[in-house]
């Protein structure tokens, strides 16, 4: 199924062509209002500027990781396709370290590059993980590459980042449990 991945104002939309259905979606939290907006902020807004549906704490699985929060800022798309979009806003509470984005990256498929595709989103109730979609050259349809603007590779200590993965999920899939790599699982996030 070919994929591709276009921008409109410097934001990323990912189109999906399948079977006649066009999906065209934005990742919440990373709008722009002109095309001079082409370098990413530093850091994203506050926490509290977008009301979170998920959030947890770094645990050890992950030795280098700092402390950090993760938010769930969306999990949006359209329920006749089975493609959403997931937003996760990490917050490095550390007071030395960065977080680099490699260090959420899939250990299970090989991805063409190391990025944030580590995600994964779990049915409980058929026992199934969904990783982030891998278009026809093995790239992630996620956060990592730099023609993807706005990005930030490094989440440095006391600024928080806002990263996506885009997935295909069963339609019928109403909730699912977020696991990221260093961070315990976010239970019960609703699928948009």
Known sequence: MP???ARASGVP???VCSMGTL???APAGLASTSPQETQPPQSTPSA???PSLGSSQTNDEIDDLPDATADIIGLDGSKSSGFVSLTVRI???GTSKD???AQFENPTYLYREAVFSGISLIDDEKDNRHH???DEHDYCLCSGYAPRLPFSAFV???ESVDYWAMYHVPKELNTVDVKIPGFDPIEDVPVG
């Open 3 to 5: 994929m591709r991945v």
């Open 13 to 15: 939309l990912v189109v």
């Open 156 to 158: 440095r200590p006391g």
């Open 99 to 101: 977080i680099h984005y």
């Open 48 to 50: 509290g500027s977008t």
């Open 91 to 93: 917050t490095n509470k």
């Open 132 to 134: 982030p979609v891998m």
């Open 23 to 25: 999906l065209m979606v």
